[in-house]
C-alpha cells in the first residue's frame, strides 16, 4: 500500500499556471487500498473525475487526505510514501526538506545531487556519456569574458523544472542580457543548442526487484518547454545511460527518474546526447503509469487549453477511452480544468490519436464565447502561446 502526495510547489515555478492544482494527476496510479492527498480546491472535480475513470475502467484510491500537508506520511507510516520530488528544488533548508531528510537521507541526498544540472552533466562526463558543449558556472560573476561561446546557446539554470529561467540566446548581446538576469548567487551552465528536433525521455523504476526500464518515449515540445509524450519511439539507447541510472540506484534513489536526451542523425547510427536526469516523477510518467495499468501499446500525451472550468461541463461522450476499442481520451491531470488546461492520454494508432485532439480541442472551447464581446483592454493582443 501507499500514499501519494504529488504536490509540485515546492519544485515548480509558479509561473507554469495552477501549481496547486497538479496533486490530482497522480489519482489514475493508485489502487483501490492506497492513500492520495489532493488540494482540497479539487473536491469540486471529484465525482465528475470519478465517474470518468469508472466508464474507462480505470481503477484508483477512494481514500482521500483533502491536503498536501507531508505530515501525513509520517502519520500514515504504514503506507509507502510515493511523491513528485523526494526534497525541496526551491529551498534545501526547508521544513520540507528537513523532513525528507529525516525520512530517508540517502534518497534525499542522491536526488539533491542529480537535480543539479551541472552536477549531471559533471557525472556524465566521468561516465564517459555524450552531452552538448557545456560550460558551468558557480554563479554569474565568474563568467569572465563572453568569448568561446558557440551561438545558438541556452542559459540555464543548475536547478530548473518545466523549462523555468531557460534562456535561448544567439548572439553575444541575448547571452550578456540573460546572464544578467541571473542571482549572483544562482549556479547555471551555458549549453550549446543541439541541431535536432527530436528529444526523448527515457524512464527507469526502481523496485523490490532493482532497476528496470520502465518506458522510451519521444518529447512533444513547446520551445523549451515539456508539452507531452508519444509512444512507442524507434529510439531505446538504454544501453548508454544504464551505467549512470545503476550509479543513481547505488546512491539509494528509490522510485522513479528519468533521463532527458537529444538524438542526433548520423552517417550511419543517430547519435544520443544526455541533457539532464529528473531524479522525480515527470510528465510522461502519469501517462505511461495509467497505459501500463490499461495494457494501452500505442499512445501521445499533450496539454489542451479550454473556456471550460468545471469537469461537469465538458461533453466526452463518444471520445472516452474504449477498453475494447483500445481507443480514446483518459484525462490525466484533471484538477487543472479550475486554471483553463487539462491534460490527457490520446490512445490509438497515429491517425486516431490525430482525430481525437481534433475532437478533443473543439469539445474544449464553449461555443457561446465565441460570440462574446471582445474586452477592449485586450482587443488588440495575440493569443498567449503556452
Same mark, same amino acid.
Given at each position: =500500500?501507499?500514499?501519494?502526495?504529488?504536490?509540485?510547489?515546492?519544485?515548480?515555478? $509558479?509561473?507554469?499556471?495552477?501549481?496547486?492544482?497538479?496533486?490530482?494527476?497522480?489519482?489514475?496510479?493508485? /489502487? !483501490?487500498?492506497?492513500?492520495?492527498?489532493?488540494?482540497?480546491?479539487?473536491?469540486?472535480?471529484?465525482?465528475?473525475?470519478?465517474?470518468?475513470?469508472?466508464?474507462?475502467?480505470?481503477?484508483?484510491?477512494? *481514500?482521500?487526505?483533502?491536503?498536501?500537508?507531508?505530515?501525513?506520511?509520517?502519520?500514515?507510516?504504514?503506507?509507502?510514501?510515493?511523491?513528485?520530488?523526494?526534497?525541496?528544488?526551491? *529551498?534545501?533548508?526547508?521544513?520540507?526538506?528537513?523532513?525528507?531528510?529525516?525520512?530517508? /537521507?540517502?534518497?534525499?541526498?542522491?536526488?539533491? @545531487?542529480? &537535480?543539479?544540472?551541472?552536477? %549531471?552533466?559533471?557525472?556524465?562526463?566521468?561516465?564517459?556519456?555524450?552531452?552538448?558543449?557545456?560550460?558551468? %558556472?558557480?554563479?554569474?560573476?565568474?563568467?569572465?569574458?563572453?568569448?568561446? %561561446?558557440?551561438?545558438?546557446?541556452?542559459?540555464?539554470?543548475?536547478?530548473?523544472?518545466?523549462?523555468?529561467?531557460?534562456?535561448?540566446?544567439?548572439?553575444?548581446?541575448?547571452?550578456?542580457?540573460?546572464?544578467? /538576469?541571473?542571482?549572483?548567487?544562482?549556479?547555471?551552465?551555458?549549453?550549446?543548442?543541439?541541431?535536432?528536433?527530436?528529444?526523448?525521455?527515457?524512464?527507469?523504476?526502481?523496485?523490490? *526487484?532493482?532497476?528496470?526500464?520502465?518506458?522510451?518515449? /519521444?518529447?512533444?515540445? &513547446? +520551445?523549451?518547454?515539456?508539452?507531452?509524450?508519444? #509512444?512507442?519511439?524507434?529510439?531505446?539507447?538504454?544501453?548508454?545511460?544504464?551505467? =549512470?541510472? $545503476?550509479?543513481?540506484?547505488?546512491? +539509494?534513489?528509490?522510485?522513479?527518474?528519468?533521463?532527458?536526451?537529444?538524438?542526433?542523425?548520423?552517417?550511419?547510427?543517430?547519435? #544520443?546526447?544526455?541533457?539532464?536526469?529528473?531524479?522525480? @516523477?515527470?510528465?510522461?510518467?502519469?501517462?505511461?503509469?495509467?497505459?501500463?495499468?490499461?495494457?494501452?501499446?500505442?499512445?501521445?500525451?499533450?496539454? @489542451?487549453?479550454?473556456?471550460?472550468?468545471?469537469?461537469?461541463?465538458?461533453?466526452?461522450?463518444?471520445?472516452?477511452?474504449?477498453?475494447?476499442? +483500445?481507443?480514446?481520451?483518459?484525462?490525466? &491531470?484533471?484538477?487543472?480544468?479550475?486554471?483553463?488546461?487539462?491534460?490527457?492520454?490520446?490512445? +490509438?494508432?497515429?491517425?486516431?490519436?490525430?482525430?481525437?485532439?481534433?475532437?478533443?480541442?473543439?469539445?474544449?472551447?464553449?461555443? =457561446?464565447?465565441?460570440?462574446?464581446?471582445?474586452? !477592449? $483592454?485586450?482587443? *488588440?493582443?495575440?493569443?498567449?502561446?503556452?
Amino acid at each position: =500500500m501507499k500514499i501519494f502526495n504529488h504536490d509540485i510547489q515546492t519544485s515548480t515555478h $509558479e509561473a507554469v499556471g495552477g501549481t496547486h492544482l497538479y496533486s490530482g494527476r497522480v489519482l489514475g496510479l493508485s /489502487e !483501490p487500498d492506497d492513500v492520495v492527498q489532493l488540494h482540497p480546491a479539487l473536491k469540486s472535480e471529484w465525482e465528475a473525475i470519478c465517474a470518468h475513470y469508472l466508464r474507462i475502467g480505470l481503477s484508483h484510491s477512494q *481514500n482521500v487526505v483533502w491536503s498536501l500537508s507531508l505530515e501525513h506520511l509520517q502519520v500514515c507510516s504504514d503506507y509507502a510514501p510515493s511523491v513528485y520530488l523526494f526534497g525541496d528544488a526551491v *529551498n534545501s533548508s526547508s521544513t520540507y526538506a528537513q523532513l525528507f531528510r529525516a525520512m530517508d /537521507e540517502q534518497w534525499f541526498k542522491v536526488v539533491e @545531487f542529480i &537535480n543539479s544540472k551541472n552536477n %549531471f552533466i559533471q557525472l556524465a562526463r566521468d561516465l564517459k556519456m555524450a552531452v552538448p558543449p557545456t560550460t558551468c %558556472f558557480h554563479s554569474s560573476t565568474a563568467v569572465q569574458t563572453l568569448d568561446g %561561446f558557440a551561438y545558438p546557446c541556452y542559459v540555464k539554470p543548475s536547478v530548473s523544472d518545466s523549462g523555468f529561467g531557460i534562456v535561448r540566446c544567439t548572439e553575444p548581446r541575448q547571452l550578456e542580457a540573460a546572464l544578467l /538576469e541571473l542571482s549572483d548567487q544562482i549556479p547555471f551552465q551555458v549549453q550549446a543548442e543541439v541541431a535536432t528536433s527530436t528529444f526523448i525521455n527515457l524512464q527507469y523504476q526502481i523496485t523490490d *526487484n532493482g532497476l528496470r526500464h520502465l518506458l522510451a518515449s /519521444e518529447q512533444i515540445l &513547446n +520551445g523549451c518547454v515539456h508539452g507531452g509524450n508519444r #509512444y512507442p519511439t524507434t529510439h531505446q539507447p538504454w544501453s548508454l545511460f544504464d551505467p =549512470m541510472a $545503476e550509479w543513481i540506484a547505488d546512491q +539509494g534513489m528509490r522510485g522513479l527518474f528519468a533521463f532527458d536526451a537529444a538524438v542526433v542523425d548520423g552517417a550511419e547510427q543517430a547519435k #544520443y546526447l544526455a541533457i539532464e536526469c529528473n531524479p522525480r @516523477f515527470n510528465g510522461s510518467s502519469y501517462p505511461t503509469l495509467i497505459a501500463e495499468k490499461l495494457k494501452i501499446p500505442q499512445w501521445s500525451s499533450e496539454t @489542451f487549453l479550454t473556456s471550460y472550468h468545471s469537469l461537469a461541463d465538458l461533453d466526452l461522450n463518444g471520445l472516452e477511452y474504449d477498453p475494447q476499442s +483500445g481507443k480514446g481520451i483518459i484525462l490525466i &491531470n484533471w484538477g487543472t480544468v479550475l486554471v483553463g488546461k487539462l491534460s490527457a492520454l490520446l490512445a +490509438g494508432t497515429a491517425e486516431q490519436q490525430a482525430e481525437l485532439r481534433t475532437s478533443l480541442q473543439h469539445r474544449l472551447t464553449d461555443p =457561446m464565447r465565441l460570440f462574446l464581446p471582445k474586452d !477592449p $483592454e485586450f482587443a *488588440n493582443c495575440e493569443p498567449a502561446r503556452t
